[in-house]
């Protein structure tokens, strides 16, 4: 989400899938007084990435290069092997996906393109994909109804949810959403049957916003912090606290315990029926920063724990579970409009979660 810069091209995330590869020592044992530890490092760091995982592995997609260009990049993590292998492209170049996993296929839906044309900016898409990481081959499926980017997906009973997000208001005619330019942050919830293919409105969010996570677990899906007012930190937008619990069988939302941190451009994932939330970026008239916050929500309690911090501070960040380990990968060390030309970087920290979440 930095300043844009017209001149500025996409990186190498255009190379083959056939590319080697990058192989790394061991992982380090972790322990409870250092229960982070460091993996192999991420091939291509950079801002707005995402993350999930499937069959034992985590793949981080997107990446956002200078001057808005959508790098596709798709990567997959073997924590067996502590290695990194590059994979094919996303077929559809875009940034701020929301992605979700069931039955080891990956779903990825919405998010914002390029313009064809004209100036740069985020231009909202509706497209929705499966990626199957066995065959490495990504299918169109069919649209949402409601195009938006910066939603956030999770899955409860086989379905999925799709979250909240931003688009453009009705009338804009430039290209896309901008900092400059009033946006529309929603509060729209529709559900993806997979084994359908095929979509329904269901009741919307209690409060519109975009850059938060979405996470099923148990029965119910939660909607957790992110953005209100507009896509961009950068801009008139506050960041949120706020819980949100959806029961699909009644069709309700209703709100929950508060997080302790109220932040956006989050990542998440799901150990043992708890909901873990890391990094985020914040700016107001003092300052903008990355936070280095790790959080445990535990819906039975519906209360939430402070876990140990990443090592460093990202926001766009991915992340996922596999195990007993929180896998947080790259993203970008502060927030944006910072001014620092790269600050995009390549941790891949890992947290043993039976350490410090019993």
């Not at 997609?61 to 798709?74: D, N, Q």
């Not at 606290?241 to 209703?254: G, I, K, N, Q």
Request: net charge neutral.
């Amino acid at each position: 989400m930095k300043a844009f810069c017209v001149a500025c091209v996409v990186g190498s995330s255009v190379l083959s899938a056939a590319a080697p590869a990058f192989a790394q020592a061991p992982l380090p044992t972790p322990s409870a007084a250092h229960p982070w530890v460091q993996g192999a490092p991420f091939p291509e760091p950079s801002e707005e990435v995402l993350g999930a995982t499937a069959a034992g592995k985590l793949y981080v997609f997107a990446g956002l290069a200078p001057g808005w260009k959508p790098k596709a990049l798709v990567f997959e993590y073997d924590p067996t092997s502590n290695q990194w292998a590059r994979k094919r492209p996303m077929r559809l170049a875009s940034h701020h996906v929301a992605f979700a996993t069931l039955n080891n296929k990956i779903y990825a839906f919405g998010g914002f393109t390029y313009p064809e044309s004209g100036s740069p900016g985020w231009v909202p898409t509706n497209s929705a994909w499966e990626y199957d990481p066995a065959t490495d081959e990504w299918k169109e499926l069919a649209p949402m109804p409601t195009k938006r980017g910066a939603a956030a997906a999770g899955v409860v009973n086989s379905k999925i949810y799709v979250t909240g997000g931003v688009n453009s208001l009705s009338g804009v005619t430039e290209n896309g959403i901008h900092p400059v330019r009033a946006q529309n942050v929603v509060a729209t919830v529709e559900e993806y049957d997979p084994a359908a293919n095929s979509w329904k409105a269901v009741r919307p969010l209690l409060l519109a916003r975009n850059h938060h996570v979405a996470i099923g677990a148990g029965d119910k899906l939660y909607a957790i912090g992110g953005r209100v007012g507009s896509g961009f930190i950068s801009s008139a937008s506050n960041n949120v606290d706020l819980v949100e619990m959806y029961d699909p069988a009644a069709d309700l939302w209703s709100p929950r315990a508060r997080m302790p941190t109220a932040r956006s451009a989050i990542a998440g994932g799901l150990y043992n029926n708890h909901v873990l939330v890391a990094g985020g970026e914040v700016q107001d008239q003092r300052f903008l920063a990355a936070f280095k916050a790790m959080e445990a929500y535990d819906p039975a309690s519906n209360q939430w724990q402070v876990l140990p911090s990443m090592p460093h501070p990202r926001h766009g960040l991915a992340a996922g579970v596999i195990g007993n380990r929180f896998y947080a990968v790259s993203g970008d060390g502060q927030s944006a409009g910072n001014g620092i030309e790269h600050s995009a970087v390549p941790y891949n920290e890992i947290l043993q979660l039976d350490l410090v979440l019993k």
